[in-house]
């Protein structure tokens, strides 16, 4: 279970190769999880016309295509966020090797969220999900939230491997289109020091 309000609960999953993995916040091993270099979020190739967020990074830069048709709610929101500029210069609190990397706590510890100016109360969307959104590949883009389905709010991750458990528990709302290699050197402590919005996929 992906947490960021430090109520963490042990999950025991279920994995194909029949493997038990305890659980307490994000941990699985490299193994479960290897980067897939080719795998279809790192693929060229026709994309939607659909909105490219921009992720510029102390490693690299990143390039992410919203889910706008299929996550409305979920894309407009991480969509608003990077238009006030929310995520400049914020961290990549956590990084599960094999698994995924996570950011966009403003707190930088995985217990903030987005305060909205104007009821000075943090802004929570609700659970969006659907049965072709899912965690298939590496450089899927998500949001991360607390035991309530309806607590996500500006703390997102991208996937480093497959993660199928996570699929319809977990709002996906986006792909990585460029960059992949940058996200594979990631860590903990690494800064988005630029996230800003293209008007359409370009590749």
């Known amino acids: 279970m992906l947490t960021f309000n430090g109520r963490y609960s042990q999950v025991v999953l279920s994995m194909v190769a029949g493997m038990l993995v305890l659980m307490t ?4 091993s490299n ?7 080719k795998s279809a ?28 048709k299929d996550a409305p ?26 698994f995924c990397i996570q950011g966009g706590d403003p707190k930088g510890d995985g217990t903030g969220g987005y305060i909205d100016p104007a009821t000075k ?3 929570r969307i609700k659970l969006e999900v659907k049965p072709n959104l899912k965690h298939e590949a590496a450089g899927v883009v998500a949001m991360a939230r607390a035991s309530d389905p309806d607590s ?9 491997g497959p993660a199928s458990f996570l699929d ?9 289109i460029e960059g992949m290699d940058v996200v594979s050197q990631l860590r903990k402590g ?3 020091t630029k996230v800003s919005l293209l008007e359409t996929a370009t590749k």
């Open 168 to 176: 319809m528990n977990y709002a996906v709302f986006g792909k990585v």
């Open 31 to 37: 193994e479960a999880f290897a980067i897939d270099s």
């Open 41 to 68: 979020a790192g693929k060229k190739g026709k994309m939607s016309n659909e909105p490219v967020v921009v992720m510029e990074t102390n490693k690299g830069t990143i390039k992410i295509q919203l889910f706008a």
């Open 121 to 123: 109360k943090e802004h």
């Open 73 to 98: 709610n979920t894309a407009s929101n991480f969509q608003g966020l990077v238009a006030k500029g929310f995520y400049n210069g914020l961290t990549f609190h956590r990084y599960e090797p094999g």
């Open 190 to 192: 690494d800064k988005m």
């Open 25 to 28: 916040g994000i941990c699985f």
């Open 152 to 160: 996500a709010s500006c703390q997102f991750y991208i996937t480093l």
